[in-house]
């Protein structure tokens, strides 16, 4: 979560195209009679292929939980249980250990588990073609099929199409008509732009609906004190309801009370202030921050972010950057942000909309950076990049 902006000035034909052509690893896993992307791809290391624990436990009908402390993986279907601690090549299957020769791994604040092996501790078949670059999971292999395309996301609703791809042919069938591709890369880019579309607008250009409700990994002290409860197979994300008591909750348990840091000369209260809720991250955010010129000097700003929940865990950013040494000088920009449960982290998109231009932001390509942002303990401050760093916003 963290929002503390490093603003770059740089031309404005360098900002022309933000998605470069996609370096796939896999060209889709079949599973459930159809294929499976994520936002997060699955990669291979050591003849090993990793994928993003959520959408395969989701696939799979496994129920997930989290240790944070011991960083620890839990997973059942009801039959049998499979545990796995990050970095170790020992996992129990229903008590026993098993030897892994790929250990689960942390990448992209994602927890990654070795497919085949967690597969195949539940009994499932799994099949890799390297013909197809694609793995199919299940009793029936057959990559040469129209399969319809799930989507998952970090924090929102999975997807799936209302159209059919072939991986081998590389077709798309969208309302019974076929689209051909000169390759299946090319297939695939199509549908990942569509994917993203979805999610920056909430509209597709192809069709997609909505797959099932969300869920999320919650660590094992969240999932004993009841503050998520189950939902065979799932974990459901929690309500207004739930958020509302955690809250009074928290208010009851914490004898410390946090207040802000931001000094009240620069509370600013604009039209685009935004009040705080029970949410930790809705509400307005302050801090100091550098821009860079373009003599690649550094210039002091003063950058407001008031952050509006969107639901599904995803977020509107409004970032208001006052040139410190001038306050007729301003810009604003607009992006999008992904709330990760288990890491507290913020991802958030490279500003997708920029107006307002004053004074000496008149001229140039200004925008706000994607990157990663963390909330500290007290939940009153977001720090850019990582822990500790120069670069934060204090709630106010």
């Known amino acids: 979560m963290t929002l503390a902006i490093i603003m770059l000035l740089m031309p404005a034909d360098a900002l022309a195209k933000r998605h470069q052509k996609r370096d796939i690893p896999l060209n889709g896993i079949i599973v459930n009679d159809h294929i499976v992307f994520s936002d997060v791809a699955p990669y291979i290391k050591n003849s090993r ?48 250990k098993v030897k892994l020769d790929a250990p689960a791994e942390i990448k992209d604040q994602r927890t990654f588990v070795p497919l085949r092996a967690i597969a195949e501790a539940f009994g499932k078949k799994v099949e890799y073609s390297n013909d ?11 990559f040469n099929k129209n399969y319809r395309v799930v ?16 991986i081998v042919t590389y077709r798309m069938i969208v309302n019974g008509e076929e689209k051909r591709f000169e390759t299946v890369e090319e297939l695939i880019d199509v549908i990942l732009d569509d994917f993203e579309q979805y999610k920056l607008t909430g509209k597709s250009q192809y069709g997609l609906k909505v797959y099932k409700e969300s869920v ?38 914490n004898e410390v009370k946090y207040t802000t840091e931001v000094p009240e000369e620069k509370q ?14 809705v509400g307005s955010w302050y801090g100091p921050s550098k821009v860079t010129d373009n003599k690649g000097g550094k210039l002091d700003v003063d950058v407001y972010t ?23 000088s301003q810009f604003f920009s607009e992006q999008y942000g992904y709330y990760e449960f288990i890491t507290q ?9 920029v107006y307002g231009q ?17 909330l500290d303990k007290e939940e009153m401050r977001l720090y850019w990049d990582h822990f500790d760093s120069s670069d934060y916003i204090d709630k106010y």
């Open 49 to 96: 292929t990793y994928v993003p624990i959520r959408f395969i436990a989701e696939e799979l009908g496994f129920d997930v939980k989290w240790d944070a402390k011991t960083k620890k993986v839990s997973m059942s279907d009801g039959k049998s249980t499979v545990e796995l601690t990050i970095g170790s090549k020992t996992m129990l299957v229903n008590g026993k």
């Open 132 to 142: 197809y670059r694609a793995v199919c999971i299940g009793d029936d292999v057959r």
């Open 151 to 166: 989507y998952y996301y970090d924090t929102i609703d999975p997807v799936i199409t209302d159209y059919e791809i072939n």
């Open 216 to 253: 999320q990994l919650v660590d094992a002290n969240t999932y004993n004190n009841n503050y998520i409860k189950q939902k065979a197979p799932t974990i459901r994300i929690a309500t207004p309801e739930d958020e509302k008591r955690w809250a009074e909750e928290k208010k009851k348990n």
């Open 268 to 281: 600013l209260r604009d039209d685009y202030y935004v009040e705080s809720t029970e949410d930790i991250l």
């Open 306 to 328: 008031y952050i509006e929940s969107l639901g599904g865990n995803k977020y509107k950013l409004t970032n208001r950057t006052i040139l410190a040494s001038d306050k007729s």
């Open 345 to 353: 982290t913020l991802s958030v998109e490279q500003s997708y909309s």
């Open 358 to 374: 004053t004074g000496y932001f008149v001229n140039g390509g200004w925008h706000a950076n994607e990157g990663i942002h963390h």
